[in-house]
């Protein structure tokens, strides 16, 4: 058994300033900056969100511009599996930490690890 949910959606920006694309969607969704450099190498940006919702990430990104969402997990190999029995098919594994996935329909997502002390609300449990 393990758990996972919808988690953050990301705001992947081919741009040279994450800053100024993070001002405007500050701006644009009403949600103040956490940080515009969350991991320490300028590609990622977070705004403010509440327990109960998604986060909302900007990543600086080489492809064209998108958005994409991320699956948080207990066990991201269960995980991975299990989505790849639905039909997403493994994409690569990233810096350790995460799944990129593509959904039968093309789109690309992540499952990453639990992103939050607990999980919250809208878990969903597999067996």
Same mark, same amino acid.
């Given at each position: &058994? +393990? +758990?996972?949910?919808? *988690?953050?959606?990301?705001?992947?920006?081919r741009a040279d300033d994450l800053a100024e =694309? =993070?001002?405007?969607?500050?701006r644009a969704l009403g949600k103040s900056l956490v940080t515009l450099d969350q991991d320490g190498d300028g590609r990622y940006?977070? #705004?403010a969100t509440a327990d109960d919702e998604p986060i909302?990430?900007?990543?600086?990104?080489? +492809?064209?511009?998108r958005v994409h969402l991320d699956i948080e997990t207990d066990d991201l190999e269960a995980e991975a599996k299990?989505?790849?029995?639905?039909?997403?098919?493994?994409?690569?594994?990233?810096?350790?930490?995460?799944?990129? &996935?593509?959904?039968?329909?093309?789109?690309?997502? *992540?499952v990453v690890r639990r992103q939050r002390d607990?999980?919250?609300? +809208? #878990?969903?449990?597999w067996e």
């Open positions: &058994m +393990h +758990h996972s949910r919808l *988690c953050t959606i990301v705001i992947d920006c =694309a =993070a001002t405007f969607w500050s940006a977070e #705004l909302i990430l900007l990543q600086r990104v080489e +492809h064209e511009s299990r989505l790849e029995a639905l039909g997403a098919r493994r994409i690569a594994f990233v810096r350790e930490r995460w799944w990129v &996935m593509e959904a039968p329909s093309g789109h690309r997502f *992540c607990t999980f919250g609300p +809208h #878990l969903n449990r």
